[in-house]
């Protein structure tokens, strides 16, 4: 696999999983965030979530905008790395629990900002699956 092909991949995933979000049907991520997938959050520190908790997280935004700005993939030693980025404007419905960011927290850092994520991927036999998961930075449009 080149560099083009694993980016229209990752571009495809990407969107499946957007819209998993959009219809508030999580069974995409169900099957394509591997067991050990670990999200981490540099704007927030403390932010370590697990598969589980990712997608309790994610049962929590309403209304989710997402557009891509920019993809860039590559393979690597049968691995993909990604990176993404995205205007993301997202409602959160509850806090996501203690040591956590609050959720105005969250709306004010996100809400309206290019988001650059930097992702792993990975076959599992079967199907591409993303097994690690960082927000990068967060960076006004325009900057």
Known sequence: MNISEATQMIGELQSDWIDGLRRYDYSWLERHLADDFLFSAQPFPTMRLGKREF?????????????????????????ILSRT???VKEEFTADLGPGMPSTAELQRAVSGQHLIYASAWRNNGAIWQC??????????PGA
């Open 85 to 87: 980025v995205a205007d």
């Open 131 to 140: 097994f690690d998961h960082h927000l990068v930075s967060v960076i006004a």
């Open 55 to 79: 997608i309790e997280m994610d049962k929590k935004i309403k209304n989710p905008q997402i557009r891509f700005v920019s993809l860039q993939a590559e393979p690597l030693a049968g691995l």
